[in-house]
């Protein structure tokens, strides 16, 4: 198991699911994919030329997409359809929602300090 810059081991299954979702999502290849897939199913050739990248450049950033579950993908007759999993991303909202209350919250403290010591 990889160690986290912190040093600390993930202990659970969802704590590596985040990681390898932003892991994908880190990539504008990756993202843009994402956004031609909400709608609905794409071949990868489809895909491709947005892009201006190769075939085999297109296989590998699916195939992260489909490690990390956010992507399905099946063969139909000579080509390859690919289907965005849309409730993967419910783990980055939660994530993020997560971390704007955490935010808020700080934020609304500071704002309150300040007004006490006018």
Not at 2 to 20: C, F, N
Not at 43 to 51: A, I, S
Not at 66 to 73: A, N
Request: hydrophobic fraction near 35%; glycine fraction near 8%.
């Amino acid at each position: 198991m990889e160690m986290r810059p912190s040093g600390k081991v993930p202990t659970d299954s969802s704590e590596i699911d985040i990681d390898l979702v932003f892991g994908a999502l880190a990539d504008g290849n990756r993202r843009k994919m994402i956004l031609c897939l909400r709608s609905g199913a794409q071949t990868v050739e489809t895909l491709r030329q947005p892009l201006g990248i190769t075939t085999w450049g297109t296989l590998k950033h699916l195939h992260v997409l489909e490690e990390c579950g956010l992507v399905t993908s099946e063969k139909r007759g000579r080509s390859r359809y690919c289907q965005l999993r849309a409730e993967r991303l419910e783990t980055v909202k939660r994530w993020v929602d997560e971390v704007q209350v955490f935010w808020t919250g700080n934020l609304e403290r500071l704002v309150s300090l300040i007004e006490e010591t006018k």
